[in-house]
């Protein structure tokens, strides 16, 4: 099982898109669901999105509902998350997870043991 690597962050006006890329190498973790978490200046981190791997049910945070979309190609071991109507407040840096989900929830990923995989991140900076 190898590492994660995001791409496609950068400086964006207001409105735009961007797309981020979540390409994992080595063998898939079949049993682990995939995040895009996202960290703000001074913020605490939050859950953005998620997608079971498997099935390809999707979990959008209240603020980026409508606007974002993620999506998976398990033939390619990636994961991708269409950032469109940008926003300042969606600046941050942006990190692909592998992540476990609880047993109460399957987006619920505030374990111990949850987020276990991360990427080394993608900033996305957005100006007005």
């Known amino acids: 099982q190898g590492q994660l690597a995001e791409s496609g962050g950068g400086l964006v006006q207001t409105g735009d898109s961007l797309r981020g890329d979540c390409a994992e190498g080595?063998?898939?973790?079949?049993?682990?669901?995939r995040c895009w978490f996202g960290k703000a200046p001074g913020k605490e981190g939050e859950l953005v999105s998620a997608i079971t791997w498997r099935r390809g049910s999707a979990y959008y945070a209240d603020s980026v509902r409508g606007r974002f979309a993620i999506s998976r190609d398990p033939a390619k071991n990636s994961m991708y998350l269409q950032m469109n109507s940008l926003k300042s407040e969606d600046t941050a840096d942006y990190y692909c997870v592998a992540a476990r989900s609880s047993d109460s929830s399957i987006f619920d990923f505030e374990w111990a043991g949850g987020y276990e995989y991360w990427g080394q991140g993608t900033q996305v900076t957005v100006s007005s």
């Open positions: 080595g063998r898939t973790r079949e049993t682990y669901e």
